[in-house]
């Protein structure tokens, strides 16, 4: 019975959907979801993860008549959820609907403990850990969200200036700008942060 | 300085690492089915646009560079030609031409 083993792929699934079989789609989300949100839960907070995540299948779905599979389902639907993010973090910043997170007293004590730990890879213990992820999120704040969102893809999760430019739908130039000045930023940042630190010494 | 520059380094390398060991999450059924949901709801917005409409945008994009060669061919020639202006119109229907206007001309 070699029809009932046939897995159809992700164009077969898209061109049923697009003949009107919408429950089709479920296939798809089933299939791509823990990527999506492994993509999203990397870009944004943990908490507007399940939010995003949802619409980016959405906007994958209505947007379905435009791919033309040129690209795979799977690096198109990235696409997507990428920008998504990027959208998320134009609407924040817009609409200024987030914490400007300030480094408190507590958590500059953490930038020491980060700073202390030997080796270049966190340390196991969860405390180091949080600390990085928080003081990762104050940065991150403080620039915008086009710096932001080069930063992460180019400079944080180290895709290539080409692969980041395909994903945010810019030039490569506008990228490699944009993630040098980031990074720059960035830096400058976490200077400032140190200086303090050794003042207070 | 290079002591700074060394602990900024440092502090990079551990914001990446944390970057890269975010935790992972995962999403249960019922956030699925919520998904699903809104996705047939939102099943008009996948119509395809008509068969005609198509072929209708295919051809006004054909024929915009002959619109656009027509208005500047026009344009030219309204420079280059006589046009009966208002005041020489009057001066052919009555000898005080002075204060006429073309709304006149068709009370009169």
């Known amino acids: ?35 999506i949100v492994s993509i999203v ?17 959405v906007r994958a779905y209505q947007a379905l008549p435009t791919f033309k599979g040129k690209s795979t389902f799977k690096q198109w639907l ?10 998320f973090w134009r609407k924040k910043y817009r609409t200024r609907d987030f914490p400007m997170s300030s480094l408190s007293e507590k958590q500059q004590e953490r930038v020491e403990l980060i700073v202390a730990a030997e080796s270049d890879r966190l340390c196991a213990e969860n405390d180091s850990r949080k600390a990085a992820v928080e003081l990762l999120d104050w940065a991150l704040a403080k620039l915008s969200a086009e710096d932001r969102m080069v930063l992460e893809m180019v400079y944080l999760e180290g895709l290539s200036v080409k692969e980041a ?31 303090v630190e050794r003042r207070d010494l | ?28 059924g019922e ?6 949901k809104d996705v ?16 209708f945008s295919q051809w006004v994009w054909r024929f915009a560079p002959v619109a656009g060669a027509l208005i500047v061919l026009f344009t030219f020639l309204l420079f280059h030609l006589d046009v009966i202006s208002e005041f020489e119109m009057a001066t052919l229907l009555m000898n005080d031409p002075v204060e006429f206007s073309l709304v006149q001309s068709f009370l009169i």
Request: hydrophobic share 45%.
């Open chain 1, 1 to 35: 019975m070699q029809g009932d083993s046939f897995i159809p792929g992700d164009s077969e699934i898209v061109r049923q959907v697009l003949d009107g079989d919408v429950d089709a789609f479920a296939i798809l989300l089933a299939r791509h979801k823990e990527l």
């Open chain 1, 41 to 57: 839960i990397k870009h944004t907070p943990a908490r507007y993860v399940e939010e995003i995540a949802h619409d980016v299948f």
């Open chain 1, 78 to 87: 990235v696409g997507i959820a990428v920008k998504t993010c990027y959208d």
């Open chain 1, 165 to 195: 430019a395909g994903l945010l739908g810019w030039s490569v130039a506008k990228v490699k700008v944009r993630s040098f000045r980031s990074r720059r930023k960035l830096r400058t940042l976490l200077t400032g942060l140190i200086d």
């Open chain 2, 1 to 28: 300085m290079n002591e700074i520059k060394r602990k900024v380094i440092h502090l990079e390398n551990q914001l990446i690492s944390a970057y890269r060991e975010k935790e992972a999450m995962t999403l249960d």
């Open chain 2, 31 to 36: 956030w699925e089915s919520a998904v699903m």
């Open chain 2, 40 to 55: 047939r709801r939102s099943r008009l917005l996948v119509a395809v646009s008509p068969p005609g409409m198509g072929l």
